[in-house]
């Protein structure tokens, strides 16, 4: 797994960076925002090049250049109809001959996990700040599979993983 930690808690305004070596940033995200709410969060790579957007306000996701499109959330998410219970669980898939990837959040662990739906490997988590009383909080963590060589693909899961973290702690406040 390739490992990586934000600068700050808020994951959609921060750096992303390696844990190996110098720690570079890898991506940076950074969200606007009007008087109400937050328009765009765009995922940046290391030489400042915007790879990525998410659109709060239209509710999509756009990935720039090879494989790269904007499609609606409600195009790329669903969730499993057998589930009549309220669940954090959802699958999302970006292209339509691609990856499809069950995406669940663990309360005991303070992680979003993602798996291949078809064999269920392992390819990415995201931990979530995690508050302390006496000591200062952790800072959030992604980790994503080398399995994924893809650049698009890698993009469209920690760009799920912003987007789903995000949405949990709006419902939290």
């Not at 930690?5 to 190996?20: G, M, N, P, V």
């Not at 990415?124 to 992604?142: D, G, Q």
Request: hydrophobic fraction near 30%; proline fraction near 1%.
């Amino acid at each position: 797994m390739d490992s990586f930690t934000f600068d700050s808690e808020r994951i959609i305004k921060s750096a992303i960076l390696s844990t190996r070596g110098n720690r570079s940033v890898h991506y940076t995200s950074n969200t606007s925002k009007n008087l109400f709410a937050r328009q765009c969060t765009t995922v940046e790579d290391a030489t400042g090049t915007i790879r990525g957007a998410i659109d709060w306000k239209e509710r999509t996701f756009e990935i720039m250049g090879e494989g790269g499109k904007k499609e609606s959330v409600d195009s790329l998410k669903r969730k499993d109809p057998s589930q009549t219970f309220a669940t954090s669980t959802r699958f999302w898939r970006w292209a339509s001959n691609g990856e499809e990837y069950k995406v669940r959040y663990s309360n005991s662990t303070s992680t979003w996990i993602v798996t291949v739906l078809s064999t269920g490997e392992l390819v990415s988590e995201l931990t979530s700040t995690i508050e302390r009383v006496f000591k200062s909080n952790t800072l959030p963590t992604w980790n994503i599979s080398r399995d994924v060589r893809s650049e698009t693909e890698r993009l469209f899961i920690l760009m799920v993983l912003l987007y789903s973290e995000t949405k949990r702690l709006d419902r939290q406040d």
